[in-house]
């Protein structure tokens, strides 16, 4: 029998990846915000810019998911198509 206390929970705050839709604490993801002008997703480094944030494992693959299934868009509640260049651009330099 598994007790409570046995079970590994990250501590601090969890956040859901947009690409491959498992929970990791906040510090392990890369928070992707809309731009002033709500056409672009931008990546957040001080993860603090005000607005809803969508999340994402620093990985090609959970990038390259969210892209395929759209959910960036969608996890920020954008009203139209947004632009993930500046994204893709990130994840090419730093990963």
Known sequence: ??????????????RTCAGCRTRAPRAALVRLVLDATATRAVVDPGRCAPGRG??????????NLALRRRTIGRALRARGPIGTEDVEEWFTQHI
């Open 1 to 14: 029998m598994i007790s409570r206390s046995d079970t590994t929970t990250p501590t601090g705050p969890v």
């Open 54 to 63: 969508a999340w994402l494992h620093p990985s090609r693959d959970c990038l």
